[in-house]
């Protein structure tokens, strides 16, 4: 049986309908973010820490080898990614006029 070929047209209005919903300029955005208030999207970090600490049990070993490594790395990492969020942030921010 041949498999059907995953339309890129809906993968594209599934990404852009709540980017759109969300938006000020649409209509119904106040109804649209109250039902998105009510939800709660912290919740997935717990899952995601839990599997993290399951791949890392199964390389113990391997972790124990690199451990002062891996340390650097997390810290650069961690830290990287916390600067360009916030220059991210700032430049939207200031193009925008909220700061």
């Known amino acids: 049986m041949p498999q059907k070929k995953f339309p890129g047209r ?4 599934n990404f852009f ?3 759109r919903e969300r938006s000020t ?3 119904n955005n106040k109804g649209v ?5 009510k939800v709660s999207f912290m919740a997935p970090v717990t899952v995601v820490g839990a599997l993290a600490g399951i791949s890392m049990g199964k390389d ?6 690199q451990s002062w490594r891996m340390v ?8 990287g990614t916390f ?3 916030a220059l991210v942030a700032q430049a939207v921010l ?5 700061i």
Do not use: D, N, Q, R
Request: aromatic share 16%.
């Open 10 to 13: 809906w993968a594209a209005y």
């Open 17 to 19: 309908t709540p980017i």
């Open 25 to 27: 300029a649409y209509k």
């Open 33 to 37: 973010t109250g039902l998105f208030a």
């Open 60 to 65: 113990l070993h391997s972790f124990k080898e």
């Open 72 to 79: 650097i790395v997390a810290i650069l990492v961690f830290t």
């Open 83 to 85: 600067v360009l969020s």
């Open 94 to 98: 200031s193009v925008t006029g909220a």
